[in-house]
């Protein structure tokens, strides 16, 4: 886990855009091999994607959690199944772009996996940058002083960009 967190932010970047900006490139381009087309993979990409992101996003949220200094604790399980949440969600949206070739998926899959979705993206978004703040700042932090690291952290994979040094920071200065 530690070796996640020491990654330098244009690795993860890397990391995780090259996958998805592979996966727009073959959404775009038109070939199959075999009977796997090009959409197909698309999808898979993406899906592995958005996986690294959640996982990435889980293993920060898990080791700013696990600090005794840390001022704002919150529940490891919680954010792992909102975690886990979060990639079945991107999964069924992009699993159902493949009924464009002729793939069918049940309605009241997306009616369910949505609003989950919603309110686990929502609690990632407010659990991960409240701890990360709280602990820069050693005091809970207030909602207006996470709402740019939530944005940040929303504003995928950008905000990798941003967000990665920060977690290095606090690394570093929790082993010291």
């Known amino acids: 886990m530690k070796n996640i967190l020491r990654l330098k932010h244009w690795q993860v970047f890397v990391i995780v855009f090259s996958v998805y900006l592979a996966g727009m490139v073959l959404w775009q381009s038109n070939f199959s091999l075999g009977a796997i087309s090009s959409l197909q993979f698309s999808v ?105 690291d939530s944005f940040l952290l929303f504003l995928f994979p950008i905000g990798v960009w941003f967000i990665q040094p920060r977690f290095n920071k606090v690394l570093d200065i929790m082993q010291q």
């Open 44 to 148: 898979f990409a993406n899906l592995i994607s958005m996986t690294l992101f959640f996982l990435w996003i889980l293993i920060c949220g898990l080791y700013v959690n696990s600090f005794p200094d840390n001022p704002y604790r919150f529940r490891n399980i919680l954010l792992t199944v909102a975690s886990l949440c979060c990639i079945i969600g991107h999964a069924e949206i992009n699993l159902e772009r493949l009924s464009e070739e002729g793939m069918i998926f049940p309605e009241w899959i997306s009616f369910l996996v949505v609003p989950v979705t919603l309110f686990a993206m929502i609690y990632i978004l407010y659990t991960i940058p409240k701890s990360l703040k709280s602990m820069e700042l050693k005091r809970k932090a207030r909602l207006t002083e996470l709402l740019p």
